[in-house]
């Protein structure tokens, strides 16, 4: 993944949904119980499919902000 959100801990690197898996456990209460859910092997692959459903698609959410928005391309017209 070249665009992700990451979780570094120590040695530990996880990227997309397994870094927001372990932020949610890092956390407390029914936030942290979702984490462990979502790196077990029955929901970790459904959630990657989410993650990058939701990443790819962040600008069209509700509240979504101008860095959601995917970059434009410009043409180079200086010639």
């Known amino acids: 993944m070249e665009q992700s ?3 570094l801990d120590g040695h530990r690197r996880d990227s997309g949904s397994h870094a927001v898996a372990r932020t ?4 407390s209460g029914i936030w942290r119980i979702v984490g462990y859910a979502l790196l ?3 929901l970790s692959w459904s959630a990657q499919r989410l993650y ?3 990443a790819t698609n962040r600008y ?4 979504n902000h101008n860095a ?3 970059p434009t391309v410009e043409s180079d017209t200086s010639q």
């Open 52 to 54: 990058q459903f939701v």
């Open 40 to 42: 077990t092997p029955a």
């Open 60 to 63: 069209r959410l509700p509240g």
């Open 68 to 70: 959601c928005h995917p």
């Open 5 to 7: 959100v990451w979780w």
């Open 24 to 27: 949610l456990l890092a956390t």
